[in-house]
């Protein structure tokens, strides 16, 4: 049985309900210059609905955390002088009073705090009787249940105008993503919920500007309905999240690049190779990782070598060892060229990273 919240249609966006609904705006407000300009310049290339962070959830104390509630007033500025729908986290019931308080149009529960459903409720209870779309980015982990159970308390507590936001999954391996898409969970939602707008958050599962082109065409290839992009109108110099950011002007170029097809046949298509494609991604991601341990080992056992005068190349070890793999290759199907030509290219890089090691000590030596 589906999940049946009680939803408006996506008509709240007002004119923004052509897909894709586009949020954009800096990771923090930072001064009201920085967002005034960004705003205005987010505006003159179409931009209707700003985001920026007054208060900032930061993994480690000592970092920027936010300029809090004056920034609420530029927030204002920034509405009175462009036009545009303005959009805030909240994390707690000050955030959600203070910024109903300044005009705040659209509010969102971030990643961290919709993985708390003591932080969710307090929130929701705080909504109580207010009319205003809430955007509920997934938890941290992935856990669908979780995700949905933020947007239930939100929805119980009278608010309609709801949409999710894909902001991917903390990982402890080291992955291309800062937070690994799973794009799976989405699309586990949108089977739950089918009427809630997803909008991706290309910017937090990136981390980095030159993957966000290809993660918001594969959000737009999923039939996702908007994108919520971090854009400061100097990057390089933002406070937070600098390496993700993009000026308005790239952002522009970026959307303008996008190829949004008709959804249809060709979507299951799609959403079966995308889940396929994303296995492969995430096996390449493992054997990444796999060869950097394999290399640790190997120089950790030039350090022995090294200390017991033994040479780097242990002929009979290395033949040894590769007819294991031919013969254990043979058995799962792979041939034995293909075999050879990885095993040769690991031994070839275990072998430079032994010498690299072996000449470091020598020099050390000699210094
Ligand atoms: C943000 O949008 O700036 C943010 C803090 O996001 P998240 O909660 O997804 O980490
Ligand atoms: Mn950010």
Known sequence: MGIDLKLENFSWCGECVTRPLIIAGPCSAETEEQLLLTARALSANGVKIFRAGIWKPRTRPNAFEGVGSVGLKWMRTVKEETGMITATEVANVKH?????????????????????????????????????????????????????????????????????????????????????????????????????????????????????YDVSQKAMDLNFDGLIIESHINPDKALSDAQQQLTPDALKSMLDRLILRESGAEMEVELNLAELREQIDKMDDKLINLFEKRMQVAAEIGAHKKENNLTILQSKRWDDMLKKRLNLGSKKGLSDDFITKVFRAIHQESINKQTAIMNAQSNKKDA
């Open 96 to 212: 959600v009073y203070e910024a109903l308080k300044h005009g705040i149009d659209i509010l969102w529960i971030g990643a961290r705090t919709s993985a708390n459903p003591f932080a969710v409720q307090d929130i929701a209870d705080a909504l109580k009787g207010v009319d205003i779309p809430v955007l509920v980015k997934n938890p941290v982990n992935p856990d669908v249940e979780l995700w949905i159970g933020a947007l239930e308390r939100i929805n119980n507590a009278g608010i309609t105008k709801l949409a999710a936001i894909h902001r991917g999954f903390s990982n402890y391996d080291k992955t291309l993503f800062r937070n690994d898409p799973q794009w799976q969970i989405p699309i586990e939602i949108r089977r739950r919920i089918p009427d809630l707008p997803i909008i991706t958050d290309p910017s937090h599962i990136c981390g980095n500007r030159q993957l966000l």
